[in-house]
Structure formats: C-alpha cells, structure tokens
C-alpha cells in the first residue's frame, strides 16, 4: 500500500532524514522509534506532504497504491488528506480552534469533503464521536477545547480523522501528553480502527511500550537514519546495533521486571 522508497529530506541544504526506506501493508502497524531529533516526523510528514519551513524530499521517492505522492498537485492532496490518509497530531487540542466549538470545526471539516448539508454533517460528527466511546457526543460537539480533557480532545482528533475511513493513518505521538489510563485507551481504540477498517497506521513514538503493544514492525531511527527494523520480537529481543540495546536498557523496571 505505502512504499517510502530511499527518501532524503533536507531543510535548506542540510539533510534531517537520510536514505530512508519502509514498505507497509495493508492493516499493519509500523511505530517509528528514537531520541527526540532522530527524524521521526519529518518521515510522517513527508508522506502526508507538510513538510515545514521549506523541508522537501530531495531524493528517493514515496508511493501510496502505486502512485507517486510527491508529484501531487495542491488540488490533489486536498482530496487525500483528510480521506484516504489522515494525521492524528501528538496534541489534537492544539489543532482545535480554541475560540470555535466542536461542532463548528467538525462540521467545516466534513462539508470539506464532501457535498452534504449542516444538519446531516452535524448528525455525522456526532455518530463519529460516539464510534470513539465519547459520552454525550452531542454536548461534546456544543462545547470548546478548553473544556474538554486532554484525552477526550485526543480522541476528537482520531474522529475527525477516521470519518472517511482512510487506507492509512499517521501518529505522531498520539499518547504522550496523556495519562497512562487514558494512553491505553487510545492505544486500543487506535487497534480497534485497524481491526475494524483495515486501517495501516504508522505511530511515531517515544515509548517503546506502546510500539511493543501494538507494532507488527518497529523501527528505530537515530540522526535522520534508520539503525535497526524487524519484528516485534526482533527488536524487543535486543534487535541488532548497540542503540536498540540501549534504548530498552533506559526503560524503567519494575521489581526487575521491564515491562516492555
């Protein structure tokens, strides 16, 4: 479904992401893992084409079934994005607008997409909140950001995205700003997304208990390079460089036990 074939990315002359290359299929989860820095984004960034300050791909190329995204016209990506492959950002409230409600937000974004009238895009956001098992949808779509938690903005965020059932889901870090009952939460509501649409979902994160949880592949970047990628297993097993070993060995224990 998704080939990132040798990519480079270069902000200015300088190169963040180097030779990078990953091929996902359909309903698999990949989570990309690493210090703060190693690129992680940049990558997801890349394939959704919103690269900032002027970053853009300078070799390599990046194909979704089949076809190149980097020779998408504005017109063609605003048809993608938001459809066929959406982000879930690592702090969605942030992406709210803070002085409009729910509704009001949700209800521009899917008349964006599609053809249909208030009433029945409002009826829409509401049916997509309650997918993610938010109690009381219809006072959730009357309210601001502000007077949501964090988690129920995140989990905003994922209904927006899911709304046209993309083929692909980007995740930047879509649990670290939230307690650890409410990243379980999401974590399963995200698996439930790929069991029940077939979903391929890339997750950029820092804990490698949450890549362990719900990864069919992990793959580990340092300085803009890929250093180690497998299974799982592979990689939780101690993977093959000395960076992977030490990425598990800063995990807390508990009792001796590493929970990863």
């Not at 101690?238 to 807390?252: I, N, Q």
Request: with cysteine.
């Amino acid at each position: 479904m998704l080939e990132i074939n040798n990519i480079t990315v270069c902000y200015k002359e300088r190169p963040t992401v180097k030779n990078f290359s990953l091929e996902l299929k359909e309903g698999q989860i990949v989570s990309l893992v690493g210090e703060s820095g190693s690129g992680k984004t940049t990558v997801i960034r890349s394939v959704l084409g919103l690269l900032p300050g002027g970053g853009r791909v300078t070799e390599g190329d990046i194909l979704f079934e089949g076809k190149s995204l980097l020779q998408n016209t504005s017109d063609q990506w605003r048809r993608l994005r938001g459809t066929d492959i959406s982000m879930i950002f690592q702090d969605s409230g942030a992406m709210l607008n803070p002085i409009r409600k729910i509704g009001d937000g949700f209800v521009e974004y899917i008349r964006i997409h599609e053809d249909i009238s208030k009433k029945d895009a409002w009826e829409k956001g509401i049916t997509m909140l309650e997918k993610m098992r938010l109690a009381g949808a219809e006072n959730i779509m009357k309210s601001y950001p502000f007077q949501l938690s964090g988690g129920m903005r995140q989990r905003v965020g994922i209904a927006m995205a899911m709304t046209y059932e993309p083929r692909l889901l980007l995740a930047d870090e879509p649990t670290s700003a939230l307690d650890v009952t409410t990243q379980a939460q999401i974590v399963r509501q995200m698996l439930e997304l790929r069991n029940s649409y077939g979903t391929s979902i890339i997750v950029v994160t820092h804990n490698l208990g949450v890549a362990a949880y719900m990864s069919d592949k992990i793959v580990v970047m340092k300085d803009g390079e890929i250093v180690d990628s497998g299974t799982r297993d592979h990689i939780l097993n101690g993977g093959s460089c000395d960076y992977t070993k030490m990425l598990l060995d800063a995990v807390p224990s508990v009792g001796g036990v590493r929970y990863v």
